[in-house]
Protein backbone atom coordinates (compact mmCIF):
# COMPACT_ATOMS: atom_id res chain seq x y z
CA UNK A 1 0.00 0.00 0.00
CA UNK A 2 1.15 3.42 -0.90
CA UNK A 3 1.35 6.65 1.67
CA UNK A 4 -1.30 8.96 1.34
CA UNK A 5 -0.85 13.03 1.86
CA UNK A 6 -1.97 14.94 3.78
CA UNK A 7 -5.38 16.10 2.02
CA UNK A 8 -5.30 19.63 3.35
CA UNK A 9 -2.02 19.87 1.90
CA UNK A 10 -2.85 17.94 -1.52
CA UNK A 11 -5.77 20.37 -2.34
CA UNK A 12 -3.12 23.22 -2.42
CA UNK A 13 -1.62 23.94 -5.98
CA UNK A 14 1.86 24.10 -6.07
CA UNK A 15 3.92 26.97 -5.78
CA UNK A 16 3.22 29.91 -8.37
CA UNK A 17 6.83 31.40 -9.33
CA UNK A 18 8.40 28.20 -10.35
CA UNK A 19 5.61 27.70 -12.07
CA UNK A 20 6.09 30.43 -13.99
CA UNK A 21 9.78 29.90 -14.55
CA UNK A 22 8.75 27.56 -16.52
CA UNK A 23 7.32 28.80 -18.88
CA UNK A 24 10.84 30.35 -19.93
CA UNK A 25 12.93 27.31 -18.94
CA UNK A 26 15.58 26.67 -21.95
CA UNK A 27 14.35 29.23 -24.37
CA UNK A 28 16.95 31.88 -25.87
CA UNK A 29 15.78 35.67 -26.27
CA UNK A 30 17.12 37.61 -29.27
CA UNK A 31 19.44 40.87 -28.21
CA UNK A 32 16.82 43.30 -29.78
CA UNK A 33 14.15 41.39 -27.44
CA UNK A 34 15.66 40.76 -24.59
CA UNK A 35 13.95 38.75 -21.82
CA UNK A 36 11.99 41.11 -19.50
CA UNK A 37 11.37 39.03 -16.01
CA UNK A 38 9.23 40.88 -13.63
CA UNK A 39 7.72 38.09 -12.04
CA UNK A 40 9.67 37.73 -8.75
CA UNK A 41 9.81 40.17 -5.92
CA UNK A 42 13.60 40.23 -5.71
CA UNK A 43 15.70 42.84 -5.55
CA UNK A 44 17.28 43.18 -9.02
CA UNK A 45 20.80 44.17 -7.16
CA UNK A 46 22.93 42.03 -5.07
CA UNK A 47 24.00 43.04 -1.53
CA UNK A 48 26.82 45.19 -0.24
CA UNK A 49 29.78 43.83 -0.80
CA UNK A 50 30.47 46.00 2.94
CA UNK A 51 27.95 42.60 4.23
CA UNK A 52 29.18 39.87 2.65
CA UNK A 53 32.72 40.70 3.65
CA UNK A 54 31.75 40.90 7.14
CA UNK A 55 29.62 37.26 6.89
CA UNK A 56 32.81 35.84 5.42
CA UNK A 57 34.60 37.15 8.32
CA UNK A 58 32.11 35.57 10.86
CA UNK A 59 31.69 32.58 9.21
CA UNK A 60 34.75 30.67 10.74
CA UNK A 61 33.95 31.07 14.11
CA UNK A 62 32.56 28.35 16.33
CA UNK A 63 29.58 30.28 17.55
CA UNK A 64 28.60 31.12 14.11
CA UNK A 65 27.38 27.52 14.04
CA UNK A 66 25.54 27.01 16.90
CA UNK A 67 21.52 27.46 17.50
CA UNK A 68 20.35 31.23 18.76
CA UNK A 69 18.23 32.05 21.38
CA UNK A 70 14.68 30.68 20.03
CA UNK A 71 13.28 34.05 19.43
CA UNK A 72 16.60 35.34 18.02
CA UNK A 73 20.22 36.97 19.02
CA UNK A 74 19.43 39.86 21.71
CA UNK A 75 21.74 41.84 19.79
CA UNK A 76 19.14 41.70 16.33
CA UNK A 77 16.10 42.08 18.72
CA UNK A 78 17.37 45.18 20.92
CA UNK A 79 18.32 46.74 17.21
CA UNK A 80 15.19 45.85 15.43
CA UNK A 81 13.07 47.59 18.26
CA UNK A 82 15.34 50.62 18.12
CA UNK A 83 15.35 50.75 14.06
CA UNK A 84 11.08 50.05 14.48
CA UNK A 85 11.23 52.51 17.16
CA UNK A 86 12.64 55.28 15.34
CA UNK A 87 10.75 54.79 11.87
CA UNK A 88 7.05 54.68 13.42
CA UNK A 89 8.30 57.57 16.09
CA UNK A 90 7.27 54.70 18.30
CA UNK A 91 8.42 52.96 21.77
CA UNK A 92 9.09 49.00 21.09
CA UNK A 93 10.97 46.89 23.48
CA UNK A 94 13.54 44.30 22.08
CA UNK A 95 11.33 41.57 24.09
CA UNK A 96 8.26 42.88 21.72
CA UNK A 97 10.37 40.96 18.63
CA UNK A 98 10.79 37.56 17.43
CA UNK A 99 12.87 36.74 15.02
CA UNK A 100 11.83 34.02 12.72
CA UNK A 101 13.29 32.74 9.29
CA UNK A 102 11.89 35.28 6.98
CA UNK A 103 8.48 36.87 6.80
CA UNK A 104 6.66 33.92 5.26
CA UNK A 105 7.55 32.12 8.69
CA UNK A 106 6.74 34.78 10.64
CA UNK A 107 3.33 34.61 8.95
CA UNK A 108 2.67 30.71 9.90
CA UNK A 109 3.76 31.27 13.37
CA UNK A 110 1.57 34.37 14.13
CA UNK A 111 -1.21 32.16 12.70
CA UNK A 112 -0.36 28.81 14.40
CA UNK A 113 -0.33 31.52 17.50
CA UNK A 114 -4.01 32.43 16.92
CA UNK A 115 -5.71 30.14 15.41
CA UNK A 116 -6.55 26.59 14.92
CA UNK A 117 -8.61 24.38 12.86
CA UNK A 118 -11.94 25.31 12.41
CA UNK A 119 -11.29 28.75 12.50
CA UNK A 120 -11.29 31.58 9.96
CA UNK A 121 -8.91 34.64 9.06
CA UNK A 122 -10.00 37.70 7.33
CA UNK A 123 -8.01 37.75 4.17
CA UNK A 124 -8.22 40.70 1.37
CA UNK A 125 -8.40 40.09 -1.96
CA UNK A 126 -5.87 39.93 -4.11
CA UNK A 127 -3.83 37.93 -1.21
CA UNK A 128 -0.15 37.13 -1.52
CA UNK A 129 -0.76 33.49 -2.43
CA UNK A 130 1.58 32.38 0.45
CA UNK A 131 -1.29 33.27 3.24
CA UNK A 132 -3.85 31.52 1.27
CA UNK A 133 -1.49 28.69 1.16
CA UNK A 134 -0.74 28.06 4.67
CA UNK A 135 -4.04 28.72 5.49
CA UNK A 136 -5.45 26.21 3.63
CA UNK A 137 -2.61 23.61 4.67
CA UNK A 138 -3.58 24.57 8.67
CA UNK A 139 -7.49 23.91 7.53
CA UNK A 140 -8.23 27.58 8.90
CA UNK A 141 -10.78 29.48 6.59
CA UNK A 142 -10.40 31.96 4.66
CA UNK A 143 -12.99 35.01 4.84
CA UNK A 144 -12.16 36.95 1.57
CA UNK A 145 -12.37 40.20 1.54
CA UNK A 146 -13.39 41.91 -1.98
CA UNK A 147 -11.21 43.19 -4.32
CA UNK A 148 -12.12 47.44 -5.07
CA UNK A 149 -9.99 48.50 -7.79
CA UNK A 150 -12.32 51.53 -8.28
CA UNK A 151 -10.54 52.18 -4.40
CA UNK A 152 -7.39 51.48 -6.68
CA UNK A 153 -7.16 48.43 -4.47
CA UNK A 154 -7.16 49.92 -1.21
CA UNK A 155 -9.87 47.29 1.35
CA UNK A 156 -13.04 48.56 2.97
CA UNK A 157 -12.64 48.50 6.64
CA UNK A 158 -16.79 48.50 6.77
CA UNK A 159 -17.39 45.04 4.73
CA UNK A 160 -14.29 43.57 6.84
CA UNK A 161 -16.65 44.58 9.54
CA UNK A 162 -19.53 42.47 7.66
CA UNK A 163 -17.36 39.63 7.21
CA UNK A 164 -16.10 38.79 10.94
CA UNK A 165 -17.91 35.67 12.57
CA UNK A 166 -17.89 33.98 15.65
CA UNK A 167 -14.89 31.82 15.00
CA UNK A 168 -12.52 34.97 13.34
CA UNK A 169 -9.43 34.94 14.77
CA UNK A 170 -7.55 37.81 12.22
CA UNK A 171 -7.69 40.41 10.31
CA UNK A 172 -4.63 40.08 7.62
CA UNK A 173 -3.20 43.44 6.06
CA UNK A 174 -0.23 43.88 3.46
CA UNK A 175 0.65 47.19 3.41
CA UNK A 176 2.33 48.14 0.70
CA UNK A 177 0.48 45.97 -1.13
CA UNK A 178 1.70 42.11 -2.92
CA UNK A 179 0.21 41.96 -5.26
CA UNK A 180 -0.99 45.26 -6.43
CA UNK A 181 1.86 47.81 -4.57
CA UNK A 182 -1.40 50.00 -2.86
CA UNK A 183 -0.40 51.17 -0.13
CA UNK A 184 -3.00 51.54 2.41
CA UNK A 185 -3.41 55.13 4.14
CA UNK A 186 -2.68 55.64 7.96
CA UNK A 187 -6.27 56.25 8.41
CA UNK A 188 -7.82 53.02 6.79
CA UNK A 189 -4.86 51.08 8.74
CA UNK A 190 -6.18 52.65 12.22
CA UNK A 191 -9.62 51.37 11.12
CA UNK A 192 -9.13 47.84 10.51
CA UNK A 193 -7.08 48.29 14.10
CA UNK A 194 -10.14 49.92 15.71
CA UNK A 195 -12.55 46.83 14.32
CA UNK A 196 -10.16 43.92 15.16
CA UNK A 197 -9.51 45.43 18.83
CA UNK A 198 -13.62 46.35 19.29
CA UNK A 199 -13.70 42.15 18.17
CA UNK A 200 -10.76 41.00 20.45
CA UNK A 201 -9.13 39.63 17.17
CA UNK A 202 -5.39 40.56 15.96
CA UNK A 203 -4.75 42.59 13.15
CA UNK A 204 -2.00 40.88 11.07
CA UNK A 205 0.15 43.56 9.46
CA UNK A 206 2.89 42.29 6.71
CA UNK A 207 5.69 44.87 6.47
CA UNK A 208 7.43 43.40 4.04
CA UNK A 209 8.05 46.64 1.93
CA UNK A 210 7.90 48.89 4.09
CA UNK A 211 11.54 50.38 2.91
CA UNK A 212 10.28 51.10 -0.28
CA UNK A 213 7.29 53.68 0.40
CA UNK A 214 6.75 56.31 -2.28
CA UNK A 215 7.33 58.82 0.35
CA UNK A 216 9.03 59.96 4.10
CA UNK A 217 7.17 59.44 7.13
CA UNK A 218 5.40 56.37 8.78
CA UNK A 219 2.97 54.39 7.25
CA UNK A 220 0.98 54.22 10.38
CA UNK A 221 0.55 55.32 13.86
CA UNK A 222 -0.49 51.62 15.33
CA UNK A 223 2.35 51.47 17.66
CA UNK A 224 1.42 54.79 19.29
CA UNK A 225 -1.84 53.33 20.40
CA UNK A 226 -1.40 52.61 24.32
CA UNK A 227 -2.69 49.24 23.71
CA UNK A 228 -1.14 47.91 20.77
CA UNK A 229 0.51 45.02 22.32
CA UNK A 230 -3.50 43.37 22.88
CA UNK A 231 -4.30 43.40 19.05
CA UNK A 232 -1.75 44.10 16.64
CA UNK A 233 0.83 41.83 15.14
CA UNK A 234 3.47 43.01 13.07
CA UNK A 235 5.57 41.06 10.59
CA UNK A 236 8.88 42.41 8.76
CA UNK A 237 11.28 40.41 6.51
CA UNK A 238 15.00 41.78 5.94
CA UNK A 239 15.11 39.52 2.32
CA UNK A 240 14.21 42.55 0.06
CA UNK A 241 15.60 45.61 1.98
CA UNK A 242 19.45 44.03 2.32
CA UNK A 243 19.12 41.67 -0.33
CA UNK A 244 18.83 38.76 2.11
CA UNK A 245 16.29 36.37 0.44
CA UNK A 246 18.61 33.47 0.77
CA UNK A 247 19.56 33.82 4.56
CA UNK A 248 16.12 33.67 5.77
CA UNK A 249 15.67 36.14 8.38
CA UNK A 250 12.45 38.15 9.25
CA UNK A 251 10.49 39.32 12.18
CA UNK A 252 7.18 39.20 14.36
CA UNK A 253 6.44 42.30 16.83
CA UNK A 254 3.53 41.21 19.21
CA UNK A 255 2.60 41.59 22.75
CA UNK A 256 4.41 39.09 25.18
CA UNK A 257 1.42 36.36 25.53
CA UNK A 258 1.60 35.83 21.80
CA UNK A 259 4.96 35.95 21.71
CA UNK A 260 5.48 33.00 23.96
CA UNK A 261 2.99 31.17 22.04
CA UNK A 262 5.30 32.05 18.68
CA UNK A 263 8.26 30.71 20.84
CA UNK A 264 6.91 27.49 21.29
CA UNK A 265 6.07 26.66 17.59
CA UNK A 266 9.72 27.92 16.83
CA UNK A 267 11.47 26.15 19.07
CA UNK A 268 9.55 23.14 17.28
CA UNK A 269 9.74 24.29 13.97
CA UNK A 270 13.19 25.15 13.43
CA UNK A 271 14.76 26.28 17.26
CA UNK A 272 15.72 29.98 15.68
CA UNK A 273 16.18 31.93 12.26
CA UNK A 274 19.75 30.64 11.36
CA UNK A 275 22.22 32.52 12.66
CA UNK A 276 24.19 33.73 9.77
CA UNK A 277 21.28 35.54 8.32
CA UNK A 278 20.49 36.68 11.96
CA UNK A 279 24.03 38.46 11.77
CA UNK A 280 23.42 39.67 8.24
CA UNK A 281 20.23 41.23 9.84
CA UNK A 282 22.60 43.07 12.96
CA UNK A 283 25.41 43.76 10.17
CA UNK A 284 22.31 45.83 7.74
CA UNK A 285 20.91 47.99 10.87
CA UNK A 286 24.00 49.08 11.83
CA UNK A 287 25.47 49.94 9.06
CA UNK A 288 23.48 49.80 5.78
CA UNK A 289 21.37 52.99 6.66
CA UNK A 290 22.75 54.84 3.62
CA UNK A 291 22.57 51.80 1.36
CA UNK A 292 19.30 50.83 2.22
CA UNK A 293 18.17 54.98 1.64
CA UNK A 294 19.77 54.61 -2.07
CA UNK A 295 17.54 51.62 -2.38
CA UNK A 296 14.61 53.52 -1.26
CA UNK A 297 15.58 56.26 -3.95
CA UNK A 298 16.00 53.49 -6.73
CA UNK A 299 12.64 52.19 -6.23
CA UNK A 300 10.60 55.39 -6.02
CA UNK A 301 12.89 56.57 -9.47
CA UNK A 302 11.88 52.81 -10.99
CA UNK A 303 8.00 53.78 -9.27
CA UNK A 304 7.97 57.08 -11.25
CA UNK A 305 9.15 55.34 -14.47
CA UNK A 306 6.44 52.57 -14.22
CA UNK A 307 3.55 55.43 -13.42
CA UNK A 308 5.11 57.19 -16.29
CA UNK A 309 5.68 54.57 -18.97
CA UNK A 310 2.44 52.63 -17.84
CA UNK A 311 -0.25 54.99 -16.93
CA UNK A 312 -1.43 55.65 -21.07
CA UNK A 313 -4.38 55.82 -22.06
CA UNK A 314 -3.70 54.47 -25.59
CA UNK A 315 -1.76 51.36 -23.76
CA UNK A 316 -4.62 49.00 -23.49
CA UNK A 317 -3.34 47.58 -20.28
CA UNK A 318 -4.88 49.82 -17.59
CA UNK A 319 -2.77 50.54 -14.45
CA UNK A 320 -4.68 49.42 -11.55
CA UNK A 321 -2.25 50.80 -8.35
CA UNK A 322 1.49 51.01 -8.56
CA UNK A 323 3.41 51.91 -5.27
CA UNK A 324 5.99 49.77 -3.39
CA UNK A 325 7.72 47.26 -5.54
CA UNK A 326 4.72 45.99 -7.87
CA UNK A 327 1.90 47.55 -9.92
CA UNK A 328 -1.37 45.65 -10.97
CA UNK A 329 -2.78 46.22 -14.15
CA UNK A 330 -6.37 45.30 -16.02
CA UNK A 331 -5.57 43.67 -19.07
CA UNK A 332 -7.82 44.15 -22.30
CA UNK A 333 -8.93 41.27 -22.82
CA UNK A 334 -12.50 40.71 -21.68
CA UNK A 335 -13.27 37.06 -20.63
CA UNK A 336 -9.91 35.39 -21.00
CA UNK A 337 -8.09 33.83 -17.93
CA UNK A 338 -5.30 36.00 -16.74
CA UNK A 339 -2.94 32.99 -17.09
CA UNK A 340 -3.58 33.09 -20.87
CA UNK A 341 -2.73 36.32 -21.38
CA UNK A 342 0.24 36.31 -18.83
CA UNK A 343 1.72 32.59 -21.16
CA UNK A 344 1.27 34.96 -24.32
CA UNK A 345 3.14 37.83 -22.84
CA UNK A 346 5.92 35.33 -22.30
CA UNK A 347 5.88 32.96 -25.43
CA UNK A 348 5.41 36.28 -27.79
CA UNK A 349 6.33 39.57 -25.99
CA UNK A 350 9.12 37.86 -24.09
CA UNK A 351 8.07 39.25 -20.76
CA UNK A 352 7.28 37.26 -18.00
CA UNK A 353 4.74 38.39 -15.29
CA UNK A 354 2.16 36.98 -13.22
CA UNK A 355 -1.01 36.52 -13.58
CA UNK A 356 -3.77 37.50 -11.82
CA UNK A 357 -5.49 34.94 -10.90
CA UNK A 358 -2.20 33.22 -8.94
CA UNK A 359 -3.63 35.95 -6.45
CA UNK A 360 -7.12 34.39 -5.62
CA UNK A 361 -10.10 34.63 -7.34
CA UNK A 362 -12.04 37.21 -9.06
CA UNK A 363 -8.56 38.21 -10.64
CA UNK A 364 -8.65 37.23 -14.11
CA UNK A 365 -8.85 40.79 -15.27
CA UNK A 366 -5.18 41.50 -14.18
CA UNK A 367 -1.58 41.03 -14.33
CA UNK A 368 1.27 41.36 -11.60
CA UNK A 369 4.25 43.30 -12.92
CA UNK A 370 7.01 43.41 -10.28
CA UNK A 371 9.25 46.23 -10.94
CA UNK A 372 11.65 46.08 -8.95
CA UNK A 373 13.34 43.49 -10.53
CA UNK A 374 13.50 45.35 -13.97
CA UNK A 375 15.68 48.99 -14.00
CA UNK A 376 13.84 52.11 -14.56
CA UNK A 377 14.95 52.59 -18.45
CA UNK A 378 13.21 49.12 -19.54
CA UNK A 379 9.78 50.28 -18.12
CA UNK A 380 9.64 52.14 -22.06
CA UNK A 381 9.87 48.91 -23.64
CA UNK A 382 7.59 47.47 -21.29
CA UNK A 383 5.15 49.35 -22.13
CA UNK A 384 5.69 49.39 -25.95
CA UNK A 385 5.61 45.23 -25.54
CA UNK A 386 2.32 45.62 -23.51
CA UNK A 387 1.02 47.83 -26.00
CA UNK A 388 1.82 45.55 -28.78
CA UNK A 389 -0.04 42.76 -27.17
CA UNK A 390 -3.21 44.78 -26.76
CA UNK A 391 -2.98 45.42 -30.32
CA UNK A 392 -3.55 41.82 -30.82
CA UNK A 393 -7.21 42.07 -29.57
C1 LIG B 1 3.85 40.11 1.35
C2 LIG B 1 5.03 39.20 1.54
N1 LIG B 1 5.22 38.62 2.72
C3 LIG B 1 6.25 37.80 2.92
C4 LIG B 1 7.14 37.52 1.91
C5 LIG B 1 8.24 36.55 2.18
O1 LIG B 1 9.35 37.20 2.68
P1 LIG B 1 10.57 36.38 3.30
O2 LIG B 1 11.58 36.22 2.21
O3 LIG B 1 11.08 37.27 4.39
O4 LIG B 1 10.05 35.09 3.81
C6 LIG B 1 6.98 38.09 0.66
C7 LIG B 1 7.93 37.78 -0.42
O5 LIG B 1 7.68 37.93 -1.59
C8 LIG B 1 5.88 38.95 0.47
O6 LIG B 1 5.66 39.50 -0.73
Redesign the pocket.
Same mark, same amino acid.
Given at each position: MKISANPLLAAVAPPPIPEAHRWIEGRSFPADKPLIDVAQ?VPGYPPPKALTDHLASVVGEAATARYTDVPGLPPLRAALAADMGKFYGARIAASDVSITA?? $????CLAIMALAAAGDDVILPLPY *?F?HQMWLDMQGIGARHLPFRPERNGIPDPAEAARLVGPRTRAIVL =?TPN $?PTGAIYPAEVIAEFYRLARSHGIALIV?E? *?RDFMPSDGPPHDLFAEPDWRDTLVQ?Y???KVYCL?GY? =??SIIAGPALGEEIAKAMDTIAICAPRIGQLAAIYGLGHLGDWRMANTRLMRERLSAVKATLNRNDLGYRLISAGAYFAYLAHPFAGRPAMEVARRLADEENVLALPGSMFGPGQDGFIRIAFANAEASVMPALAERLAADAAKN
Open positions: AGC $NQAF *YN =V $NDT *YLSFSTR =VG
